[in-house]
Each structure stands twice: as structure tokens, then as C-alpha cells.
Antibody, heavy 119, light 110 residues
Framework: EVQLVESGGDLVQPGGSLKLSCAAS????????MHWVRQASGKGLEWVGR??????????AYAASVKGRFTISRDDSKNTAYLQMNSLKTEDTAVYYC??????????WGQGTLVTVSS | QSVLTQTPSASGTPGQRVTISCSGG????????VNWYQQFPGTAPKLLIY???QRPSGVPDRFSGSKSGTSGSLAISGLQSEDEADYYC???????????FGGGTKLTVL
């Protein structure tokens, strides 16, 4: 059974940092591209970024809204992807989903973890 | 404002056919495939259609996708009450070098 389990969501002050984790099982994690997608309360889906697999040099890409502040990484030995979030803003408040894509579409999604940025 | 444009809401009665559109541009839908996701309140999105018109295993054939030029469409035939959800289109954008989502369409079954 495929599982993606996000963790690490919390309440953090503006300007603070937080690191989310996404533990994967049930599929070839090392061969997959991993994405982070977020959704503010009552709003639509917003792509945050992705990290490709080793064969594609672990290439990363980010949305303009988070570039320079967020960093995606992965540890294939632990089947885990990470989202390091720095210089957090109130507008980063959202549920953060990790998702995998094998061939250009996101077929597996986690249940999400809530990040709240507030003073 | 999303780069992919969807009408915010759609509705239909049970048994009807409903179409949801997704309008983009040359750098996204015009150059790459469209994927569609279904999301119920409080749950994660679920892949509904990929590569413009392909259904993952387990998705009923009442759901179909198509693409023409820079627009994609999701059609739901034989509408059922359990189809009431939010629907999002998505595509890779070559100019932005990232995935873009439409703003979502809330489907109501009357």
C-alpha cells in the first residue's frame, strides 16, 4: 500500500523557520520525483516545488513565491523528502501536502500537515 | 490570480453531463499535458485524469478529459451526488518552470 505521511507542521512566528518531512512507503521512492503543494484555508492548490530523482541529479524547482526561502531535499536511504522553510510569512500559512510524480502527474498524495505562521 | 483559468463554480442535476473548462496558454497547456484532480473538503487531492485524457485505475469512465489548443476540459457524465467536490486542472509551465494549478471549480449536484 502506498503511503505518504507528512509531519512537522506547527505554529511559528513570522520570520521563523520550520522543516517538514514526508515519509514514503509502498513505491519506488528513489525513482520518483517528489513535490510539495500547499493550500491555504478556503483557497486553491498552490505548487511549492519539486525535487527530481538521482538519475536527474536531484534537480529542484520552486514557485516564485517561495524561491530563496524554501529548500526541498530528500534522503533516499530513509525514503523521506523534506521541505525546509525559512523567513516564514503569514501568507505561508497553509496545509502542506507532499506528492509524488512518476511521469509528469501527481498520483500519490499525503494527508497534509498544517503550518500556521502567526505572532 | 491563477495562470490556468477555471470557472469558480458549476452545477448539475443527477444524471446530467457537466463540463469544466481550464484555459491556459502556449507555455503550459499549449506545450504540456493537462492533469485533473478531485478534492473533497478536508481531504487530499486525488488524481482524476492525466495526460489530457487518461484515467487512473479505479476512476469511473463517467469522467473524461480532453484538450484543444491551450484549453483543457473535464467532463462528468451521469452526474452523481458523490461527485460534489472541488476540481483542479494542472500543467507544467515552460516559462515559469513549475507546475501551475487552476483556481479550482466547485461542483454542486442539485
Amino acid at each position: 500500500e502506498v503511503q505518504l505521511v507528512e509531519s512537522g507542521g506547527d505554529l511559528v512566528q513570522p520570520g521563523g523557520s520550520l522543516k517538514l518531512s514526508c515519509a514514503a512507503s509502498g513505491f519506488s521512492f528513489s525513482g520518483s520525483t517528489m513535490h510539495w503543494v500547499r493550500q491555504a484555508s478556503g483557497k486553491g492548490l498552490e505548487w511549492v516545488g519539486r525535487i527530481r530523482n538521482k538519475a536527474n541529479s536531484y534537480a529542484t524547482a520552486y514557485a516564485a513565491s517561495v524561491k530563496g526561502r524554501f529548500t526541498i531535499s530528500r534522503d533516499d536511504s530513509k525514503n523521506t523528502a523534506y521541505l525546509q522553510m525559512n523567513s516564514l510569512k503569514t501568507e505561508d500559512t497553509a496545509v502542506y501536502y507532499c506528492s509524488r510524480s512518476g511521469n509528469g502527474y501527481n498520483d500519490y498524495w499525503g494527508q497534509g500537515t498544517l503550518v500556521t505562521v502567526s505572532s | 490570480q491563477s495562470v490556468l483559468t477555471q470557472t469558480p463554480s458549476a452545477s448539475g442535476t443527477p444524471g446530467q453531463r457537466v463540463t469544466i473548462s481550464c484555459s491556459g496558454g502556449r507555455s503550459n497547456i499549449g506545450s504540456n499535458t493537462v492533469n485533473w484532480y478531485q478534492q473533497f473538503p478536508g481531504t487530499a487531492p486525488k488524481l482524476l485524469i492525466y495526460y489530457d485524457n487518461q484515467r487512473p485505475s479505479g476512476v469511473p469512465d463517467r469522467f473524461s478529459g480532453s484538450k484543444s489548443g491551450t484549453s483543457g476540459s473535464l467532463a462528468i457524465s451521469g452526474l452523481q451526488s458523490e461527485d460534489e467536490a472541488d476540481y483542479y486542472c494542472a500543467a507544467w509551465d515552460d516559462s515559469l518552470k513549475g507546475v501551475i494549478f487552476g483556481g479550482g471549480t466547485k461542483l454542486t449536484v442539485l
